[in-house]
């Protein structure tokens, strides 16, 4: 069989969240350089804050300000950042204290080696340049010696109340992978890239799918006999689109259907070309278009055969 | 959930199957269909039934291991979904498919089901792609990785005093030598614990990275002693949760699996043996202490997830292997766990028992 194939994936999203209003004055409060909490019934103060208490699920907003230094409670180095992490340099993840908080903060601590770290250790907030209102304006956290020590602080009530605050987040994320398509589908792209489309004949039901997959859905076993169809095949259903698909550089109206290709036990789809769109019918017999260089076929076009019996493609709709 | 119903009135169920795949670094020459198939043809061959057969399926994967949508749909492929089966899918491991179902058959609806599960993490950097299932406003933005929270666990547990790096090693040495007898591991025999990965965790702390699935088969009652010589019957089962943010826990407990565990009826009698889905050897130290196993506990006979860790099928294996054993006759009780999330956020704790005839 031909090399397994593989090729980049890119899965790149914004994500866009709405933020409630005690995440909204946390996140705008970092933006004014100003850390909140949210006290609870019982009295703690929860840094980051939560709209709920994880013990009781009681409605929390009692908002409170706390320190911007704080208490190191557990760390672990870092010797070899990951790209979106906070500092290119190695760092040390820590959960952090902050003074006049009970629960602790996760972020990450700029020290020149894992010798400079200690649960216990003071460490003070170095706040972003630039602040937009998100947890990455703590930059990251310092060592401070010299801080006064835990205690000292108590927390303060806040009305959690900015100008102009901040009532959503959008969190880029991105994540490359390297998509392996496996056995079926490999073999399928390598046959097609070679002008031939082959299918695969389920051992059980005889039934030959295009493309396809390594499977028949309908036997729950390998489909293992691989078989040519086409290039030759009929129109089952199809239909007109009229909105013109961003990055794609085709006139609308087009038509866009199913082809049974002959010998082939399910429909594929594809472009159907070379004959106006409104004269595309269930039953025209097509072939595929290669244009270019291209890898699969660019779109179908009529042979010029009469049409197909609906009764030697109804089972295929 | 467990001690509702008198365990007398309640429809006796069992794992009466087992299969995975030899688990490997890089399977990129198979989809996850093709990884998949052959497993559940041997787990429904040791049955004897086909898929059609099946009362009801439950599988357990997740999209952003594949990087695609929907991504289990393909899989269901391997299943033979047409005519229409009873299905469900769970986005996590497939321990929690495993759950389902059972409740499924305890409800009486089917009296068989097949649950299967499986990962790739061939594909992405697992590291990173494991940081987009972290609360999205406080964590995910500073993309810590899986090994980086663990550490942060580790450490606390050597400030606690709980452990310290030699007994973390000793930890990873036991799992991977008991995985030279387990022919279906990643990482087996005696391996330097090499350099840190993220400190206090080395290489040798830490889980192999690789693809794998696992498949098993459940049946209700009479059917279970039909399919099975000595099938492994559920005695109970329950998973809970911790608070989200862990700077709210106490990262060197576990109380979450200790309530499963006493829900799933762990604590009645002692187990002899204990498959943990413990990733992170410091994970293992957590676990002992929240369950109470004291030495005279066989713990992950398979070598565990730090020999083999398909992501999303892991947690599947533990109740796998302890089934297997008591199928063997290796084990009359055993203690069946699994975890999902930073720093055993999740824990689900089954307990099994083999009948003696």
Not at chain 1, 115 to 130: D, I, K, L, Q, S
Not at chain 1, 170 to 176: I, Q, S, Y
Not at chain 2, 145 to 158: G, R, T
Not at chain 2, 161 to 182: F, I, K, M, P, W
């Amino acid at each position: 069989m031909p090399e397994p194939l593989t090729a980049p994936l890119v899965v790149e999203f914004p994500f866009t969240r709405s933020l409630g209003p005690v995440q909204s004055a946390f996140l705008t409060g970092l933006r004014e350089r100003t850390v909140l909490g949210v006290r609870t019934g019982d009295g703690r103060v929860l840094v980051p804050p939560v709209e709920y208490d994880p013990v009781t699920a009681e409605e929390l907003r009692d908002l409170v300000e706390v320190g911007t230094t704080g208490t190191v409670t557990t760390w672990a180095w870092n010797p070899s950042p990951r790209p979106q992490q906070p500092l290119a340099t190695p760092f040390a993840w820590v959960l952090v204290r902050l003074d006049g908080a009970d629960t602790a903060l996760l972020h990450v601590l700029d020290a020149p080696g894992p010798e400079a770290v200690r649960t216990g250790m003071r460490v003070r907030v170095r706040w972003a340049g630039r602040r937009t209102g998100a947890v990455t304006d703590i930059a990251c956290f310092e060592p401070a010696a010299d801080a006064a020590a835990a205690g000292e602080t108590v927390a303060t009530a806040h009305t959690g109340a900015f100008a102009e605050p901040v009532t959503g987040i959008t969190v880029p994320a991105r994540l490359e992978y390297t998509y392996a398509p496996g056995r079926a589908q490999s073999r399928y792209l390598a046959a097609l890239a070679g002008h031939r489309t082959v299918g695969e004949r389920c051992p059980s039901c005889r039934k030959v799918y295009v493309p396809p997959r390594g499977a028949c859905p309908t036997c729950g076993v390998a489909t293992d006999e691989q078989v040519e169809v086409g290039p030759r095949g009929t129109v089952t259903t199809f239909c007109i689109v009229n909105i013109k698909a961003k990055g794609v550089d085709i006139e609308v109206p087009y038509v866009y259907a199913h082809i049974a290709l002959d010998g082939a036990g399910l429909a594929l789809h594809g472009r159907i070309g070379g004959i106006p769109y409104d004269q595309v019918r269930m039953g025209l017999r097509v072939e595929p278009v290669w244009t270019g260089d291209g890898r699969y076929p660019d779109h179908y076009r009529p042979t010029g055969e009469p049409d197909a019996d609906y009764d030697a493609y109804k089972e295929l709709l | 959930m467990t001690t509702a119903t008198s365990p007398q009135a309640r429809r006796e169920v069992a794992i009466v199957a087992f299969a995975q795949t030899r688990h490997v670094r890089d399977s990129a020459t198979l989809s996850e269909v093709e990884m998949l198939m052959p497993v559940l043809h041997e787990v429904l061959g040791q049955v004897g039934l086909t898929a059609g057969e099946i009362g009801f399926t439950c599988s357990g994967s997740c999209d952003y291991l594949a990087g695609r949508a929907f991504s289990f749909t393909m899989a269901l492929d391997g299943v033979g979904a047409w005519p229409p089966i009873s299905e469900s899918h769970v986005e996590t491991d497939g321990a929690w498919a495993l759950y389902e179902a059972w409740v499924k058959l305890l409800t009486g609806e089917a009296d068989t089901a097949l649950v299967y599960s499986y990962g790739k993490s061939s594909p992405g950097r697992l590291r990173d792609v494991l940081t987009r299932q972290l609360d999205p406003y406080y964590l995910a933005p500073l993309w810590p990785d899986s090994v980086a929270l663990a550490a942060l666990q580790a450490q606390a547990l050597i400030d606690a005093g709980d452990t310290d790096e030699t007994a973390l090693a000793a930890v990873a040495g036991r799992s991977r030598t008991a995985a030279g007898g387990n022919p279906y591991a990643q990482e087996s025999g005696d391996r330097p614990q090499g350099a840190y990965v993220v400190r206090p965790l080395r290489r040798g702390d830490c889980p192999p990275v690789g693809d794998g699935a696992a498949a098993v088969v459940l049946a209700a009652g009479d059917t279970a002693r039909r399919l099975c010589e000595r099938p492994a019957w559920i005695r109970g089962m329950d998973h809970r949760i911790e608070a989200h943010a862990l700077g709210v826990r106490d990262l060197t407990d576990s109380p979450s699996a200790r309530l499963a565990a006493e829900r799933a009826g762990a604590f009645d009698a002692p187990v002899d043996t204990a498959e943990l889905h413990a990733p992170f050897t410091s994970q293992e130290v957590v676990l002992r202490k929240a369950l109470g196993l004291g030495d005279d506990v066989t713990v992950n006979p398979s070598g565990g997830p730090l020999a083999a860790n398909p992501v999303m099928a892991a947690g599947l294996i533990r109740l796998g292997e302890a089934a297997a054993r008591i199928h063997r006759g290796e084990s009359r009780r055993a203690l069946a766990h699994a975890t999902s999330g930073p720093c055993l956020q999740q824990n689900l704790v089954a307990v099994l028992e083999g009948e003696d005839r």
